[in-house]
Every structure is written in structure tokens, then in C-alpha cells.
């Protein structure tokens, strides 16, 4: 099975190295010195003191006409509309296109989509990109995967061929799916960020505590989610298995980059609007984030 892949960052360098096992991969990427790297020298996982080597092929993302027979998307929500129009140009068979983004921004988008089947996942490892080639696996989960709309068969067979070590679990119901990491992203991501903590401090300090309760409910009364109790559990959950770890939105702050704030905290506000329901605290964090976004802050 040909599986392509868009973006070589952490989540894309971590599919292309566990895929390549037992799969003909391709790694698309943005820059042609990154294709250049990778063709060169492979790519690298390191976990803890291991390391594996894979040899995907790598190309540059201009050099993509969706004949793979899966391909998986793994760049940001915020990069991804140069890639929904080359899909809205492609004229061959349907193709099969498997989201691995964070939040529910990307849904607005892939409502464009005519004529392609369209998967959505969720992705639970822990990676960081540490150089072109080079990623670690720091956090060992599964991917979620489940079916947006049309044919299920490329993602059936995709995830009954998958690697043990790199399992794929196939779900129902992608809107669940979606949901629960999104309340555990719309929690951990920006209270992280903004108070600049691990996210075992949101469970272990009682003040971040409170806090982190108050937006969890906020959050499920904006998506009509009655069991504040059981998602709080969750969250809280989810902070201790990763105590230590830095959340993505405060890495991304320290890193001067961009973050997923639209793709989180704007979709929750956009359906708040559209519901006529008050979100005061998703809304006053969502200003913090820009605005540091703005200040191209990491506070280091
Ligand atoms: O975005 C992240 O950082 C992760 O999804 C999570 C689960 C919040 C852990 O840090």
C-alpha cells in the first residue's frame, strides 16, 4: 500500500519512520532542502536511548498528485488551505485523505472537499522535532481514526496493516472523536501557555485547579456535553499521564511560532456565537494567546 505524507514536521517525520516498516512511504515536504535531507540520510526516531532509522522517499509538496493510496495530512489547521486547494485541482480517481489535525477548525474546510474520501484522526504520541530529519518520540499513544465521509476501505485496510508498535483504532464516531480531544486540548493548551506551567501543574496546584474546572465547564456548555464531571476526570487524567510535559501551545509560544489557537479556542468561540452562548473565559484566553502570538512571545 503507497502511503503519502504531507509535512515533515514532528508528527509527520514520527508516521514516515513507524509507516515505513510496511509501507511504501512518501514524505512531502515543504521545503526541496528538506526533501533533500531526508532522501540523503533518512529520517531518525530516537526513544529514550534508542534508535531507528527509516528511508521513506521525500519530495517537495509541489510534487504532490494524490495517487497514493492513503494520504495523511499532518501539517497545522492554520497551513492547510494551499493544500485544500490542490486537492480542489486533482482530477484522477477519488482520493483517500486521512486530517491529523488538533481542534475542529479543520472541518469548516474539509466541508469544501467534493468528490474524495475524507477521514479525520486524532493523534495521542508525544513528538518533538529536534532538525530536518530528526524527531523523538517522547510520549507513546495510539492514533485515532475515524471516518468523515465517504468510503471507509483504504482506511480499514490502512489500519489492519499497521505496524504493532504504531497502532492505528479505528472509530465510529469521528465527532466524538474529535470532541474529547478538543476539551482536553481547549483545557491543558491555554491555561499552560498562559500561566507558562507543565500541565501536571494544572492538576497539582489548587488555584490552576479551580481554574481548569471552571473552563472545562465553560467548554461543555458551549458543545452541549452535560457530564462536566466525567470530561473534567479526563482532563485531569490526561495531566497527570503527562505531567512534565510542556503542551504544544507553550512550546509553540517558546518557539515564536504560530499556534493551534483557531483550530481550539476560535472553533469553540465561533459555535458559541452561532449559539447565541456566552464563553467569557475561552474568549479572554483566546485574546492572551494572540496577543503573545502578536509579541512572538516565549518567555524563556
Ligand atoms: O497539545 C498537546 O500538548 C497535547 O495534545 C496534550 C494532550 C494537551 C498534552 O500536552
Redesign the pocket.
Known sequence: MKIGIIGAGSIGLLFASYLDQDFDVTLYTRTKEQAAEINQNGVCVKNGSSEMAALPKAKAFAEWNGTDHLTIITVKQYQLQPIIERIGKLTDDPSNLLFLQ?GMGHLELLQSIQGHNLFVGTVEHGALRENLNTVRHNGEGVTNAAVFRGSPERLVEFSSKVPANFPVILRENYYEMLVNKLI??AV??PLTAVLYVT?GMLVSNPFYLETAKRLTAEVCFILNIENVNAQLKRVAG?CQN?FN?R???LKDLENGRLTEVDAILGYLLRVAARNEKPAPLVEALCWMIRGKELDGEGES
Open positions: 488538533n482536553v486540548n491543558i493548551n500541565n490526561v503527562t510535559n503542551s504544544s501551545m
